[in-house]
């Protein structure tokens, strides 16, 4: 128990109707804070040792003016005694000034000529009294008055008149005061003893419950907010992509394996095992295990070939195919490993080849630099339609019915270089805030020798695009960084409080041609 709750509860223990009547006194007479006396009642009264009754008290007190009058008189007094000291020759202002203080001058003179105490020759601008003798100071003798009085009566020292004119100076303010009255509680006790607030093993193992004396449970308050899981931006982005690319009869491709073989990630797509993008600078390869397991053996001959002697009309690569190099593993580099194998079976799916629209949302790697808007992971959405004369323009119209569906209406083509695309574009978007156009996705056709192999028929086309997920996803979010949305320096708060993503199909108006 503290020393001031101590003194508290012995305060009170002389019978059952002693009591405090003023917290601030009590403080002062036994030269306690009163502010730690308040706030010990408090936690006495919530295990009703005490009982509280709020009391306020009003005084007026005086300001530091307010004590310079009281030593030296009124500034009107001082001024008037100048100017009988000066005669019938009165004072000029700047005399008046030297001999009272600017400060006083300003004050005293405006209420010397107010009260008619002085006056003012126009011709020479100097100032008389107005009276032969002396007045009495009332302010001074206000202040003396009030000042000597107790707090309890010094209100009732003044009539009103004369406190709202001294309040109008600023020679006293009121002021209220806040204590406590202080009576015995239901649970009064001399000594408090604290109350367990949880029923714990030793308790039960020593029988020391049955006497402990337990805090009450209060059945009614709230109980702290819990908590609940939140979709990151970038998830938000993908749902509202995978609900997009569902309306316009996608099916989503199992892309649920992040460790791919060189076959399927660069060889299938009649990548040449001397690019530079299979370079351990520009790809992770796996160390354990090093190698896949295996690969279709009929489709890996033909893949062979067509990279060593070509076919479909091209003459392939004209280099060795190396197959220690198509069956290193490593981290995909694009979700088009998966589109590869989703074609693979689509050519040799029972029944034969059906028209298909696929889709992919998930994490690829690359050994990249990173900077503001570069890591060394990303979502890569990518789409991919396999029909029969596909053409060009089918593309771009795809491409325009996805882009249109998440706000993006000006589109522009630029001709481009993909080792497993002929003709391949790059995608450009006018972007409204930055002013500016900006690359937004790639696309191309398949090429025959990537197709030719799989076992497709000679007049299916494959047409496909990609882009990234984090880019329209901090364009949406108005991120300028992409470590601020992904990776172990994200905000965990953004992610709690990022709004729903919602994406607007802009329809044309009739009439009115799309930018392109």
Known sequence: ?????????????????????????????????????????????VDAYVSLAEQSTQ?????????SILEHGSQEIRVLNALIAAGEAGLGMPELQTAVGKDVCKIGMG?????????????????????????????????????????????????????????????ISLVTRKSYTI??????????????ADLTKEMLDSGNWKTTAFKDYNFQTLGESVGGGYLHPLLKVRAEFRKILMEMGFEEMPTNKWVESSFWNFDSLFQPQSHPARDAHDTFFIKEPAATVS??????????????KGGSGSIGYRTVFERHEAMKNLL???????????????????????PARYFSIDRVFRNESMD??????????????????????????????FFRKIGITQLRFKPAFNPYTEPSMEVFGYHPDLKKWTEIGNSGMFRPEMLAPMGLPKDVR?????????????????????????GHKVDMGMTKNAPICRFEDVVPEEGEEEKV
């Open 1 to 45: 128990m503290s020393d001031i709750e101590s003194i508290i509860l012995s305060a009170l223990s002389s019978g059952p109707d002693a009591a405090i009547p003023d917290s601030f006194v009590f403080a002062a007479t036994s030269n306690l804070d009163h502010n730690a006396i308040v706030g010990t009642c408090k936690s006495l009264q």
């Open 59 to 67: 005084f007026y007190v005086l300001g530091k003016e307010a004590e």
């Open 111 to 171: 209420n010397c000529l107010k009260n008619k105490w002085a006056k003012k020759d126009k011709a020479s601008g100097k100032l008389t009294a107005a009276v032969a003798e002396a007045v009495k100071d009332e302010v001074q003798e206000q202040l003396t008055a009030l000042k000597s009085s107790s707090e309890e009566d010094n209100t009732k020292s003044l009539d009103a008149k004369a406190a709202t004119a001294l309040k109008r100076r600023k020679l």
């Open 183 to 196: 009576t015995r509680g239901p649970s009064y006790a001399p000594q408090r003893i604290k109350k367990s």
């Open 295 to 308: 690969v279709p053996e009929e489709y890996y001959e033909r893949v062979k070939t067509m990279h060593e």
């Open 332 to 354: 995909r580099t694009h979700t088009t490993a998966i589109s590869s194998q989703m074609l693979y079976k689509l050519a040799n799916q029972p029944g034969g080849f059906q």
């Open 372 to 401: 503001a808007t570069h890591l060394c992971e990303f979502h890569q959405v990518e789409g991919l339609v396999a029909d029969y004369n596909l053409s060009l323009g089918d593309l771009i119209g795809t491409i325009e019915t």
């Open 462 to 486: 494959v047409i496909a695009w990609g882009l990234s997920l984090e880019r329209p996803t901090m364009i949406k979010y108005r991120i300028d960084n992409i470590r601020n949305l992904f």
